[in-house]
């Protein structure tokens, strides 16, 4: 089976940190591929690399297009931690920019995503009056809306409420029905062990780990994701320690 997304010995650094350093993996068809690690692990940094935001070596390729660059964009969507720009239009607006510049002709696809998403009430309000979750939600039809095949999602849960985070499991699984990939991030283990097909443990910018949630787990005789991955990262007896005394 081929890779929708190929990353071979990525490595990013900034000044002299380095963030990512040497990491390889392959994005399935058809899967959502979640990376977990701790703060500051290298998580956000890939998904900037793979969205030609950074400088990186090591190569990336995106659906067999090769590199990121404009034309293999327009098969990506991203959600990003970072907040949108333009904050001063509506919803309406940014969406219709963006859509104006990725080639989106099917508005009635992009008004169910605002209908499904709650999200029609604040339509036309600047997008800076809006609350952290109802932001999310425009970030996510931005991301979908051109119908990409290949999703980054950087904690795409943030902020959202329960009924939300359904329906955008459920965009995701749809996603993924029709043959798209994810790329996924979160450090909520609960939504890690249900919304993963595999996962990649990334600790200090190196993968330390990688498999279904069933086969981290076995690696390390761990009855839980979580217990898991303390493990993987070798967390658990510095837990113990900072614990020790309160
Ligand atoms: N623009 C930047 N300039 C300098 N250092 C950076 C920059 N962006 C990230 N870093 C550093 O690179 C490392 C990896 O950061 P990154 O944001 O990729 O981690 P992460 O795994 O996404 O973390 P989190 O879970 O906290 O979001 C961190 O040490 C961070 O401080």
Not at 109 to 127: H, K, M, N, S
Not at 167 to 182: A, T
């Amino acid at each position: 089976m081929g890779c929708a997304l190929r990353i071979e010995k990525l490595t990013i650094k900034y000044g002299s940190k380095v963030a990512v350093d040497g990491l390889s993996t392959c994005v399935r068809p058809g899967e959502t591929y979640c990376l977990l690690g701790p703060n500051g692990a290298g998580k956000t940094s890939t998904i900037k690399a793979v969205l030609g935001l950074v400088r990186y070596e090591g190569h990336i390729d995106i659906l067999g297009m090769g590199p990121p660059r404009p034309e293999v964009m327009n098969k990506v969507g991203a959600v990003l931690e970072t907040p949108l720009v333009l904050e001063t239009l509506s919803p309406r607006d940014f969406l219709e920019f963006v859509g104006s510049v990725r080639g989106v002709r099917d508005s009635r696809y992009v008004e169910a995503l605002v209908r499904a998403l709650g999200l029609e009430e604040f339509i036309d309000r600047p997008i800076m009056s809006l609350s952290a979750g109802n932001r999310q939600k425009v970030a996510i039809i931005a991301a979908l809306m051109h119908r990409p095949r290949l999703l980054l999602m950087d904690e795409p849960f943030n902020y959202l409420d329960a009924k939300s985070v359904r329906v955008v499991k459920e965009l995701m699984q749809r996603h993924l029905e029709s043959g798209g990939s994810i790329l996924f991030t979160t450090h909520i283990m609960e939504v890690a062990e249900r919304v993963c097909s595999r996962i990649g443990i990334i600790n200090t910018g190196r993968l330390v780990m990688e498999g279904t949630p069933m086969e981290i787990m076995s690696a390390v005789n761990a009855g839980s994701l979580e217990d898991a991955f303390l493990r993987a990262i070798r967390a658990e007896d510095e837990i113990r320690g900072l614990l020790e005394g309160l």
